[in-house]
């Protein structure tokens, strides 16, 4: 066949493998993308000097006291009543939960910035004890919120969802994530946390609560991290720590791998205590590294 027969093809350069949008988001590029939510979270903290961070966990359905009043208020104006309807009924009670309930969102907003007042004035190239949650509503909303009224920098690890959780307009910018892997989520929540503060919650609360008591029952981790659950009465109701000790299911001395708190200033005080005695004594303030303290496996 001569040259001239051979049809021409319009031939493009092809796209370097990087580039390549389709490759990156098919399971072969699955690793690709696991490793990017590791490296470039690593950047961003270190580059914003963050050296370790304290995490509040719970409800994203919590709202302020005066959204919860004013919502509660326009249900129960005359126009509102539909005639005491079984639905508004259900809606009446329900909001006059909310208000109750809103008592937790104003304590997380109010524990938040106590720990970061104290945490700004910690002699540190570095940030530290940050705040840190899952960057949506409620009491991650709350938390956030302290942080910033405080002067504090503070982090919002959010969460891709169909339902499109949108992250609260509290988080520092620079700090502000999205991830797709849930795992690699809470990768994040543990590798640069000293404490853990867990207020009332559902399914999303009690999965991080005894994640990280798990880790902790297990040694798994080679730091301490502080487990503060918020609120005796709700916890007291929803779990029997103390039947569970009883039953065998986990030992007595398990019972110590956490503390219950019922008022933001105990928390606080508590916090303050325990993160100055393992965390901010001298010899591990010389040791302390460049990079973020990363939660090390223990061999």
Do not use: C
């Amino acid at each position: 066949m001569s040259e001239e027969s051979v049809p021409a093809n319009d031939v493009h350069r092809a796209p370097l493998a990087y580039e390549n949008e389709k490759f990156l988001n098919s399971p072969d590029g699955r690793v690709l993308r696991i490793l990017s939510e590791y490296l470039e979270p690593l950047a961003r903290f270190r580059r914003e000097q963050i050296q370790d961070t304290v995490v509040f966990f719970g409800s994203a359905r919590f709202h302020s006291r005066s959204e919860a009043q004013n919502a509660l208020e326009l249900l129960e104006k005359p126009a509102s009543r539909q005639l005491a309807s079984p639905e508004w009924q259900l809606n009446s009670q329900r909001a006059h939960v909310a208000v109750e309930m809103a008592r937790y969102y104003e304590e997380a907003r109010r524990l938040a910035f106590l720990l970061t007042e104290w945490a700004l004035t910690i002699p540190s190239k570095r940030s530290r004890f940050v705040v840190t949650t899952g960057g949506g509503p409620g009491i991650m909303e709350a938390a956030n919120r302290g942080a910033v009224e405080a002067g504090g920098k503070t982090i919002g690890l959010n969460i891709h969802l169909p339902y499109e959780q949108m992250p609260n307009r509290f988080i520092s910018p620079d700090l502000n994530f999205e991830f797709h892997y849930f795992f690699m989520r809470k990768l994040w929540f543990a590798y640069l946390a000293k404490a853990l503060i867990v207020f009332p919650g559902g399914f999303g609360t009690f999965d991080e609560l005894f994640e990280i008591m798990t880790l902790a029952q297990t040694e798994k981790l080679a730091k301490r991290i502080e487990v503060v659950v918020y609120g005796r009465e709700y916890w007291t109701k929803v779990v029997n720590f103390e039947a569970m000790a009883e039953m065998g299911v986990i030992a007595p001395q398990d019972l110590h791998l956490f503390k219950v708190v019922d008022s933001p200033e105990e928390g606080f005080e508590y916090l303050k205590e325990s993160l100055t005695k393992y965390h901010l004594y001298p010899s591990a303030a010389a040791k302390t590294p460049h990079v973020p303290e990363i939660a090390r496996t223990r061999p």
